[in-house]
């Protein structure tokens, strides 16, 4: 994710959500300049005594009065547990305005969208899809999110409340790779897909010819989901030059 030089100011927690041990969802209330969906803002806390500051997708929709992004912790990751140890009232600095090219602005023509993401690279997605933008623009769109746990989906009731809304537009696919998944599939997102198992899931091929892929998650996922779509001719997308893949890495 590119590192801007941002203006902080200074926001309060709403609510720190714990999915699961390691995984959370915060929410801040903060003077939020306007921002296009998909775009990511830094966050700034006292680690230690120095301040830290980190890039973090928006979940939230442009509309909504406040900022929530996802994350999760890690074990030697001071920032992030920091992060986990807020509670609601506590303060925390917000970069202003946020920044990205992970848009729909930034998505050529297209019949179909394919949104892949591994862990919390579901973040943006989830702001994206909650515009009207995506749903006046695509006739197909298929999000795909692969994780570790089954209880690492997450946001998995406003994903079905856009699969029962328009059910012939939407598609949603679970990935999950240490433990059966009643819901999906078993498997990483990349194997899945090259053995051709994702494609028959979800009922629908991804070609050139139709499609636009977003990719967004950890590197390995994306290096190896770049490789298998160059097998169809597929190429990143530039400004310069058109393309069939818009990739956000996560790290």
């Not at 030089?5 to 915060?26: P, Q």
């Not at 305005?97 to 019949?111: C, M, N, R, T, Y």
């Not at 998995?156 to 433990?179: A, G, H, K």
């Not at 499609?211 to 530039?238: F, P, Q, V």
Request: hydrophobic share 40%; aromatic share 10%; glycine share 8%.
């Amino acid at each position: 994710m590119t590192i801007v030089r941002s203006n902080f100011i200074t926001g309060e927690v709403i609510e720190n959500r714990e999915w699961t041990e390691r995984l959370f969802s915060l929410r801040i209330r903060v003077e939020q300049l306007p921002f296009k969906a998909g775009q990511f803002v830094r966050l700034q806390l006292p680690v230690y005594g120095e301040k830290v500051a980190k890039s973090y997708s928006l979940v939230n929709a442009p509309d909504e009065p406040d900022i929530e992004v996802l994350y999760n912790t890690v074990p030697s990751g001071q920032f992030s547990n920091t992060l986990a140890g807020l509670n609601a009232g506590d303060s925390i600095e917000v970069s202003q305005p946020a920044h990205g090219f992970f848009v729909l602005d930034e998505i050529p023509v297209s019949k179909h969208l394919w949104m892949f993401a591994t862990g919390t690279g579901l973040g943006p997605y989830i702001s994206i899809l909650k515009t009207a933008e995506i749903w006046a623009r695509f006739e197909k769109i298929v999000l795909v999110h692969g994780t570790p746990l089954t209880e690492e989906l997450v946001y998995v009731d406003l994903i079905s409340s856009w699969q029962r809304s328009n059910p012939e537009q939407f598609r949603f696919t679970s990935c999950v790779t240490r433990e059966q998944n009643s819901a999906g599939l078993h498997g990483r997102v990349t194997d899945l897909f090259a053995e051709g198992i994702l494609e028959k899931q979800v009922g629908l091929e991804i070609r050139k010819e139709n499609s636009h892929i977003m990719l967004c998650g950890n590197h390995n996922m994306i290096d190896d989901m770049k490789t298998s779509l160059a097998e169809r001719g597929m190429s990143k997308h530039l400004r310069h030059k058109p393309g069939h893949i818009t990739t956000e890495q996560y790290f």
